[in-house]
Antibody
């Protein structure tokens, strides 16, 4: 069974940083592209970043370019998201998801809540 | 403002059919496959439809998708109370080099 579990969320002050992790199991992690998606409270889904199976190709949404960094460790079946210079607008549930090409996300983790507040 | 446009809400009675539309452009829906996601309250999104009209295993055939030009639709037949959820369309935008979603449609089963 495919499982994705995010961790690392929490309460952070404006301007702060966090490192989110996603532990993958139940599939050959190194064969799949991955993405991060977030959802602000009461709002819709926002696609953030994509990383290829090898990690050599990365795409960013403009809203996070320069502040968020995606990476993966295929030996550890792990996906990471480094988030810097956080503002209140970054308050959201952050989901990692397995990608089938760039078009669809076929498995999602339960999400981890990031709250930016002083 | 979402790149893909969906109606904010739709509603229908149990047993009826509902259609949710998703409008985009040639850089996204017009040249890439569309997916649909169901998000039940308090849970993560779940893939319902991929490649415009394919269902992952376990998704009932009451859910179907189609695409024409720069628009896509999700049809749900034989509505059940458990179908009450938010539905999102999504695809890749070739010009922006990003994934894009619609703003979501809240389905109410009357």
């Amino acid at each position: 069974e495919v499982q994705l579990v995010e961790s690392g969320g929490g309460l952070v002050q404006p301007g702060g940083s966090l490192r989110l992790s996603c532990a993958a199991s139940g599939f050959t992690f190194s064969s799949y592209e991955m993405s991060w998606v977030r959802q602000a409270p009461g709002k819709g889904l926002e696609w953030l970043l994509y990383i290829s199976s090898s990690g050599t190709t990365i795409y960013y949404a403009d809203s996070v370019k320069g502040r968020f960094t995606i990476s993966r460790d295929n030996a550890k079946n792990s996906l990471s998201l480094q988030v810097n210079s956080l503002t209140a607008e970054d308050t959201a549930v952050y989901y990692c998801a397995r990608a089938l090409g760039g078009d669809s996300l076929d498995s999602w983790g339960p999400g981890t809540l990031v709250t930016i507040s002083s | 403002q979402s790149v893909l446009t969906q109606p904010p809400s739709v509603s229908a009675a149990p047993g009826q059919k509902v259609t949710i539309s998703c409008s985009g452009s040639s850089s996204n829906i017009g040249n890439n496959y569309v997916s649909w996601y169901q998000q039940l309250p308090g849970t993560a999104p779940k893939l319902l439809i991929y490649d415009n009209n394919e269902r992952p295993s376990g998704i009932p055939d009451r859910f179907s998708g189609s695409q024409s030009g720069t628009s896509a639709t999700l049809d749900i037949t034989g509505l059940q109370a458990g179908d009450e959820a938010d539905y999102y369309c999504g695809t890749w935008d070739t010009s922006l080099s990003v994934g894009v979603f619609g703003g979501g449609t809240k389905l109410t089963v009357l």
